[in-house]
């Protein structure tokens, strides 16, 4: 089993920044990747960047540029550096963790959600 334990949202302005921590406890394996994802009101959840293990990071072409993805991986959290942030960048932030055995995703877990607000 493990959790996800999300922190770090909040409100802030159209330019500002935030960053989000997600931290993984439990039985881990040694290959996985951590991402986020985010969910605005009436519309599908949607990937916003992941990190593997390996230190290989992808994004969504909206976070291009203005959010950047980072992961301890000594203790197990994945961060969300997120600048010049825009009121379309509304949502609920969820942190997921994906676990390989293999070229298999063997589990998937999701952290509970945080919220952030950009006020215009």
């Known amino acids: 089993q493990v959790q996800l334990v999300n922190s770090g949202g909040g409100l802030v302005q159209a330019g500002g920044s935030l960053r989000l921590s997600c931290a993984a406890s439990g039985t881990i394996f040694s290959r996985n990747t951590m991402g986020w994802y985010r969910q605005a009101p009436g519309k599908q959840r949607e990937l916003v960047a992941t990190i593997t293990s390996a230190g290989s990071t992808d994004y969504a072409d909206f976070a291009q540029g203005r959010f950047i993805i980072s992961r301890d991986n000594a203790k197990n959290t994945v961060y969300l550096q997120m600048n010049s942030l825009k009121p379309e960048d509304t949502a609920v932030y969820y942190c997921?963790?994906?676990?390989?055995?293999?070229?298999?995703?063997?589990?998937?877990?999701w952290g509970q959600g945080t919220q952030v607000t950009v006020s215009s």
């Open positions: 997921r963790i994906d676990m390989f055995r293999g070229v298999s995703i063997a589990m998937t877990y």
